[in-house]
């Protein structure tokens, strides 16, 4: 009798395992690696995303080879649910989504518009711009998905000495509170200096100084951030999530080919489930942000930076808005690494 029971009890554990496992709970969706799969086929930008930001279209811009548009992630132990569309209208209906970051935030949320339209190619759309506001409107579903433009999440003010960095104030998040889920992402521009550099001095409490380590400052900026969302954001109201970091690829050592000078004439991604380069700094800090905060489930974090570490195939290179004379190895192609971006992101949706 006890040894029937004990393999009852056995079976129905192995049972719940399973179940577990097709449905993804205590499953790491992020731990996997890229498999090619010559079958698929997300969205044609000509056919089903005529609005496409010229940038990140790469096949119209005359990218020769097609392979980096047939990877799929597959995660470790388990499979992602497949993405609807649909479903995703319908959860959201009379809702507003915003991104709010850099041009790597325009580069999801110009997937998301696509992936969304691609699944209800006969909905009227409605796409407006204002300033650095854009917003999709999908008005049989009355849902909004808006863009906003904000590289480094804290403000940017001029004053009668220049443009001042302010790290410790959120101004803009008027704009944000509005919202029912917010998709956050900064670290780009956090590294930029010279013409590129769209400050003079930098903020910190009543100092003003000239310039100070960038992780650093980012790291500053991010608890401010943080400090905003857990004093202004209702977790029972509002999902937030933060894209991770995203990678560039430009210098070849990183992914184990010290030869390569950047993303150029990459046409696979790095093989295997790690990235020889190792973990990203930014996104240490940006772990070490979110895991200190007060109410940890206030922040979902899509934790793309390795699974895209492994993509240096997936960048316009010389097929972006650059053309020839300017690889971009920042950005990503679409279709591409975004669309798994936004996967995921429907896939922590579904199961919250």
């Given at each position: 009798?006890?040894?029937?029971?004990?393999?009852?009890?056995?079976?129905?554990?192995?049972?719940?395992?399973?179940?577990?496992?097709?449905?993804?709970?205590?499953?790491?969706?992020?731990?996997?690696?890229?498999?090619?799969?010559?079958?698929?086929?997300?969205?044609?930008?000509?056919?089903?995303?005529?609005?496409?930001?010229?940038?990140?279209?790469?096949?119209?811009?005359?990218?020769?080879?097609?392979?980096?548009?047939?990877?799929?992630?597959?995660?470790?132990?388990?499979?992602?649910?497949?993405?609807?569309?649909?479903?995703?209208?319908?959860?959201?209906?009379?809702?507003?989504?915003?991104?709010?970051?850099?041009?790597?935030?325009?580069?999801?949320?110009?997937?998301?518009?696509?992936?969304?339209?691609?699944?209800?190619?006969?909905?009227?759309?409605?796409?407006?711009?204002?300033?650095?506001?854009?917003?999709?409107?999908?008005?049989?579903?009355?849902?909004?998905?808006?863009?906003?433009?904000?590289?480094?999440?804290?403000?940017?003010?001029?004053?009668?000495?220049?443009?001042?960095?302010?790290?410790?104030?959120?101004?803009?998040?008027?704009?944000?509170k509005q919202n029912d889920v917010l998709i956050?992402?900064?670290?780009?521009?956090?590294?930029?200096?010279?013409?590129?550099?769209?400050?003079?001095?930098?903020?910190?409490?009543?100092?003003?100084?000239?310039?100070?380590?960038?992780?650093?400052?980012?790291?500053?900026?991010?608890?401010?951030?943080?400090?905003?969302?857990?004093?202004?954001?209702?977790?029972?109201?509002?999902?937030?999530?933060?894209?991770?970091?995203?990678?560039?690829?430009?210098?070849?050592?990183?992914?184990?080919?010290?030869?390569?000078?950047?993303?150029?004439?990459?046409?696979?991604?790095?093989?295997?489930?790690?990235?020889?380069?190792?973990?990203?700094?930014?996104?240490?800090?940006?772990?070490?942000?979110?895991?200190?905060?007060?109410?940890?489930?206030?922040?979902?974090?899509?934790?793309?930076?390795?699974?895209?570490?492994?993509?240096?195939?997936?960048?316009?290179?010389?097929?972006?808005?650059?053309?020839?004379?300017?690889?971009?190895?920042?950005?990503?192609?679409?279709?591409?690494?975004?669309?798994?971006?936004?996967?995921?992101?429907?896939?922590?949706?579904?199961?919250?």
């Amino acid at each position: 009798m006890a040894a029937a029971f004990s393999f009852t009890t056995i079976l129905l554990l192995l049972l719940c395992l399973l179940q577990q496992i097709i449905h993804g709970h205590g499953c790491d969706f992020y731990q996997g690696n890229w498999v090619y799969d010559s079958s698929y086929t997300l969205y044609t930008t000509s056919k089903d995303c005529p609005f496409i930001e010229k940038e990140f279209d790469c096949q119209r811009n005359g990218r020769p080879d097609n392979d980096y548009l047939k990877y799929t992630w597959q995660p470790t132990g388990c499979n992602l649910p497949r993405f609807n569309g649909e479903d995703f209208l319908q959860r959201f209906r009379g809702k507003s989504i915003m991104f709010v970051g850099d041009s790597l935030g325009l580069n999801q949320w110009q997937s998301l518009t696509c992936m969304l339209h691609k699944a209800v190619p006969n909905a009227t759309y409605k796409l407006t711009r204002t300033g650095g506001l854009s917003t999709f409107i999908f008005p049989r579903y009355n849902t909004k998905v808006m863009f906003s433009r904000n590289a480094f999440l804290v403000d940017i003010v001029q004053t009668s000495a220049g443009r001042v960095l302010k790290l410790g104030s959120i101004e803009s998040g008027k704009l944000w509170k509005q919202n029912d889920v917010l998709i956050f992402n900064s670290w780009h521009w956090w590294l930029h200096t010279g013409i590129k550099q769209p400050w003079d001095f930098i903020e910190i409490g009543d100092e003003m100084i000239k310039d100070m380590d960038r992780l650093l400052a980012y790291e500053k900026a991010l608890n401010t951030w943080a400090n905003w969302v857990e004093n202004n954001i209702d977790p029972a109201k509002t999902e937030v999530f933060f894209q991770g970091v995203s990678p560039d690829h430009a210098n070849g050592a990183d992914w184990g080919q010290p030869k390569a000078k950047s993303c150029t004439k990459e046409t696979e991604p790095v093989i295997g489930s790690s990235y020889p380069g190792g973990k990203h700094k930014a996104e240490i800090v940006l772990e070490k942000v979110i895991n200190k905060m007060s109410k940890l489930e206030a922040v979902n974090l899509l934790n793309i930076t390795t699974l895209s570490q492994l993509r240096k195939d997936g960048h316009p290179s010389f097929y972006g808005i650059g053309g020839h004379s300017i690889p971009d190895c920042s950005h990503w192609c679409l279709p591409g690494v975004p669309d798994t971006w936004n996967h995921l992101l429907y896939a922590t949706i579904i199961q919250i």
